[in-house]
């Protein structure tokens, strides 16, 4: 059988989490990051055990963003399959630029993205298709924004529609605020050019729970979920981070639940965008708020979520190549994918200072203690080789995964792994696992 080469377009844990995948699918001989991390590269494998990985990966100087210069790079490498991490260079058109080039590839194309990149696109499409989601409306005019806080009764959530790096939504909860969130917005244009039409949405209370699904098209198979821990520091405080731990099982999330956010949330997008000719492939990210009336869509993204990705992928039993495979041809099945039983931790190390302003270059050690254990491993995000040595270059640097019959093992392993590296300052939440609401 030839060896399949693929692409994996990112930089972050999430795409060192794919390429690690990918390495271990049996069809696999070559994985390229572009542009990577300093984790992103291994030699082959070939007998590889536990979760260590098997094909080789290589880094390539192509930056996510770079969109012909991925297309080039795909074409003369001969590149069977490439899978997109990161939403900008999906919400951007690189899937429709490798379609155009006839090239396999793994994601949304730009009109499907818009279920993320536009926030007014995915509460008009939700609406459209009686997809249970809040009360909204979308105003470029800022004393209407205003004259529409007056007229409702409800506690509102304020966001800049558009991609702005998660940052760009306000919680309010009371009137002063929701009319200091619209200046913010609007006014101080605090995201930028996000900011030029903002969403007003009614505030959902609560548990909040993320159901992530591989899509081909026409159907969804929901992806085991997991939980991720949105807040800097312990017990739910500090500031909203991209995410610094998850695991699996959610304790939270049964099958019935699952089943339910399936057949009124997940399968109705697919026959949604199907009908209006921009069938949805690749995954899709569901965040929902478990309210009084059942799941209810806060938002969508187009891709994987992170961390959530390194703490799922460690327990897919089946070919991470062929599921790719199988949804880019329409013809993914529940039969495709099967997960281990078990448990699976994840601890994200993160820089001083994180999410605010910190400091890159700090030298990391410990890594090789980590390295090629069976049952835990690293996967780098923020992070790049100088000289020698691996040192900081992100907010999120790096995480511990760890695997085992129950959480409490995984949970023990991946800490024991956290305990093995150091830089100075290094950051991580005590009390993953533990969920607070
Ligand atoms: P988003 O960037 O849209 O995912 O929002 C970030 C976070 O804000 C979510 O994870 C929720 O915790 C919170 N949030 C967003 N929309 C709402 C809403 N309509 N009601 C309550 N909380 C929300
Ligand atoms: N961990 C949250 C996200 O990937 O959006």
Same mark, same amino acid.
């Given at each position: 059988?030839?060896?399949?080469?693929?692409?994996?377009?990112?930089?972050?844990?999430?795409?060192?989490?794919?390429?690690?995948?990918?390495?271990?699918?049996?069809?696999?001989?070559?994985?390229?990051?572009?542009?990577?991390?300093?984790?992103?590269?291994?030699?082959?494998?070939?007998?590889?055990?536990?979760?260590?990985?098997?094909?080789?990966?290589?880094?390539?100087?192509?930056?996510?963003?770079?969109?012909?210069?991925?297309?080039?790079?795909?074409?003369?490498?001969?590149?069977?399959?490439?899978?997109?991490?990161?939403?900008?260079?999906?919400?951007?058109?690189?899937?429709?630029?490798?379609?155009?080039?006839?090239?396999?590839?793994?994601?949304?194309?730009?009109?499907?993205?818009?279920?993320?990149?536009?926030?007014?696109?995915?509460?008009?499409?939700?609406?459209?298709?009686?997809?249970?989601?809040?009360?909204?409306?979308?105003?470029?005019?800022?004393?209407?924004?205003?004259?529409?806080?007056?007229?409702?009764?409800?506690?509102?959530?304020?966001?800049?529609?558009?991609?702005? +790096?998660?940052?760009?939504? !306000?919680?309010? %909860?009371?009137? *002063?605020?929701?009319? $200091?969130? /619209?200046?913010?917005?609007?006014? &101080?244009?605090?995201?930028?050019?996000?900011?030029?039409?903002?969403?007003?949405?009614?505030?959902?209370?609560?548990?909040?729970?993320?159901?992530?699904?591989?899509?081909?098209?026409?159907?969804?198979?929901?992806?085991?979920?997991?939980?991720?821990?949105?807040?800097?520091?312990?017990?739910?405080?500090?500031?909203?981070?991209?995410?610094?731990?998850?695991?699996?099982?959610?304790?939270?999330?049964?099958?019935?639940?699952?089943?339910?956010?399936?057949?009124?949330?997940?399968?109705?997008?697919?026959?949604?965008?199907?009908?209006?000719?921009?069938?949805?492939?690749?995954?899709?990210?569901?965040?929902?708020?478990?309210?009084?009336?059942?799941?209810?869509?806060?938002?969508?993204?187009?891709?994987?979520?992170?961390?959530?990705?390194? +703490?799922?992928?460690?327990? !897919?039993?089946? %070919?991470?190549? *062929?599921?790719?495979? $199988?949804? /880019?041809?329409?013809?993914?099945? &529940?039969?495709?994918?099967?997960?281990?039983?078990?448990?699976?931790?994840?601890?994200?190390?993160?820089?001083?200072?994180?999410?605010?302003?910190?400091?890159?270059?700090?030298?990391?050690?410990?890594?090789?203690?980590?390295?090629?254990?069976?049952?835990?491993?690293?996967?780098?995000?923020?992070?790049?080789?100088?000289?020698?040595?691996?040192?900081?270059?992100?907010?999120?640097?790096?995480?511990?995964?760890?695997?085992?019959?129950?959480?409490?093992?995984?949970?023990?392993?991946?800490?024991?792994?956290?305990?093995?590296?150091?830089?100075?300052?290094?950051?991580?939440?005590?009390?993953?696992?533990?969920?607070?609401?």
């Amino acid at each position: 059988m030839t060896q399949k080469k693929v692409l994996v377009v990112g930089s972050g844990g999430r795409e060192h989490t794919l390429a690690w995948a990918l390495s271990r699918s049996p069809q696999v001989g070559q994985v390229y990051v572009a542009p990577g991390n300093a984790g992103t590269e291994w030699p082959a494998n070939l007998n590889s055990t536990g979760l260590q990985p098997r094909a080789s990966s290589q880094n390539v100087a192509v930056g996510s963003d770079d969109i012909a210069g991925l297309v080039e790079l795909a074409r003369r490498e001969a590149i069977d399959l490439t899978v997109v991490g990161p939403e900008a260079p999906l919400a951007a058109g690189l899937v429709d630029a490798f379609q155009a080039a006839r090239l396999p590839v793994f994601g949304p194309t730009q009109q499907a993205a818009r279920l993320e990149a536009s926030k007014a696109f995915a509460k008009d499409f939700m609406k459209q298709h009686n997809i249970p989601t809040g009360a909204y409306a979308v105003f470029d005019d800022y004393e209407a924004a205003l004259g529409y806080l007056d007229s409702v009764e409800h506690q509102v959530v304020v966001k800049a529609d558009g991609l702005a +790096a998660g940052k760009g939504v !306000l919680i309010c %909860d009371d009137i *002063e605020q929701a009319r $200091a969130a /619209v200046d913010t917005v609007m006014v &101080e244009r605090a995201f930028g050019a996000a900011g030029q039409s903002v969403v007003i949405e009614e505030r959902l209370v609560g548990p909040e729970i993320s159901i992530l699904a591989w899509c081909d098209g026409r159907q969804a198979v929901p992806i085991i979920p997991a939980r991720d821990h949105k807040r800097a520091y312990d017990n739910d405080q500090g500031p909203n981070t991209g995410g610094m731990g998850a695991f699996t099982p959610a304790p939270d999330v049964d099958g019935a639940l699952v089943a339910e956010a399936h057949q009124t949330i997940l399968q109705p997008v697919m026959d949604g965008m199907a009908a209006q000719g921009t069938p949805y492939v690749g995954i899709l990210y569901a965040g929902l708020m478990l309210t009084a009336n059942g799941p209810t869509v806060l938002e969508f993204n187009c891709r994987f979520g992170d961390p959530e990705t390194q +703490a799922v992928l460690p327990l !897919l039993e089946s %070919d991470i190549y *062929e599921i790719f495979q $199988a949804c /880019v041809a329409g013809r993914l099945t &529940e039969s495709n994918i099967a997960w281990q039983p078990g448990a699976c931790a994840t601890i994200v190390m993160a820089s001083p200072g994180y999410p605010d302003n910190y400091p890159k270059g700090l030298l990391i050690s410990g890594l090789e203690a980590v390295a090629w254990q069976e049952d835990a491993i690293v996967f780098h995000a923020g992070t790049v080789r100088s000289g020698e040595g691996v040192v900081t270059a992100g907010g999120r640097v790096l995480a511990v995964s760890a695997v085992g019959d129950e959480l409490a093992q995984a949970l023990g392993r991946a800490y024991a792994g956290v305990e093995q590296i150091q830089f100075e300052g290094a950051h991580y939440r005590q009390d993953i696992g533990r969920i607070y609401q």
